[in-house]
């Protein structure tokens, strides 16, 4: 029997036993949905905020971060782990989320992205009506 493997899921496996650093460009993400909303939270550590760039189209969400290079003009490296130049990481958001309505906020190094989940999406509360079953009265002929 054949099976289709993907290329880009096996790459995305084999990079995520790497570690939580960025490492040719993957950016770690954690995501969860409470109460109405989708929450993505982006790990970016030391990169200035002018330096992010999110944007939305055709249902997928990208986030762009770019590390500069510190200026170290005549020094002697003896360890550079630290991967600089842009990264990104896009995900792709489903037909219930409200794209329009997008939130993000970022603070010490971490970019928050807060997507609601459309109204008409959420779960709905169907009321039961109920009939009243009426006696027929017998006429007294």
Known sequence: MARFVDPFEEMDRMLATVGNRWRGGVMPLDAYEKDGEYVLRFDVPG??????????????????????????????????????????????LGDSLDVGSIAADYNE?????????????????ITIEGHKREAIAASAS
């Open 109 to 125: 190094g971490t970019l928050t992205i807060t997507i609601p989940v459309k109204e008409e999406a959420k779960p709905q509360k």
């Open 47 to 92: 990169v200035e905020r002018d330096k992010i760039d999110v944007t939305v189209e055709d249902r997928v969400l990208s986030v762009k971060a770019e590390r500069s290079m510190e200026d170290t003009v005549g020094a002697n490296w003896m360890l550079r782990e630290r991967a600089t130049g842009v990264h990104s990481r896009q995900v792709r």
